[in-house]
């Protein structure tokens, strides 16, 4: 399911015991304003864009073109850990409240799986963990077919503002 906002309630899905989730979203944003505070940036650059949000999960797509891949012709890894990225990072700022915390990255992995050389990657991100301290989330990123192209895992340090 598609929606515009986090936290919004129409998108509560069931979750298999179907008891409704609780969204664990900090603030309201827009897929528009997610875009847009992307631009300059190489999330614009590379033409990420952010498609959905759920209860507990963001979602981000990106091309496979001449900005996205090396040489022979297929998806740069580099690339898919920058989706990858962008959308932990992303939905870490969406979880902490902003104007107490920020939130930096401290690790990132991935493993790359198959090649994709054109059409749209689409990124998926879920926490793990969501402490106070750190954040974990597993990024899982697809093709066009539905298919498993990568698979990663961000780390992402939680500090409180010194403002």
């Known amino acids: 399911m598609l929606c515009g906002t986090f936290g919004a309630k129409p998108c509560l899905d069931p979750n298999p015991s179907g008891d409704i989730m609780t969204p664990i979203w900090h603030s309201t944003t827009s897929l528009e304003t997610l875009t847009q505070v992307h631009q300059n940036t190489a999330v614009a650059h590379l033409g990420i864009e952010f498609v959905g ?12 073109d001449h900005r996205t891949v090396q040489p022979m012709g297929i998806l740069h890894g580099g690339a898919s850990v920058l989706l990858a990225e962008t959308l932990g990072s992303t939905a870490s700022m969406a979880v902490v409240d902003f104007s107490k915390q920020t939130i930096v990255g ?28 750190s954040h974990v989330w597993s990024i899982e990123i697809r093709n066009d077919a539905g298919k498993l192209i990568c698979i990663s895992r961000l780390t992402v340090a939680v500090m409180m503002r010194e403002d």
Do not use: C, F, Y
């Open 53 to 64: 949000t759920g209860p507990d999960w963001i979602k981000a797509r990106m091309p496979v």
């Open 106 to 133: 401290q690790e990132i992995n991935a493993n790359h799986l198959r090649p994709a050389s054109s059409g749209w990657v689409t990124g998926e991100a879920r926490p793990i963990h969501l402490g106070r301290r």
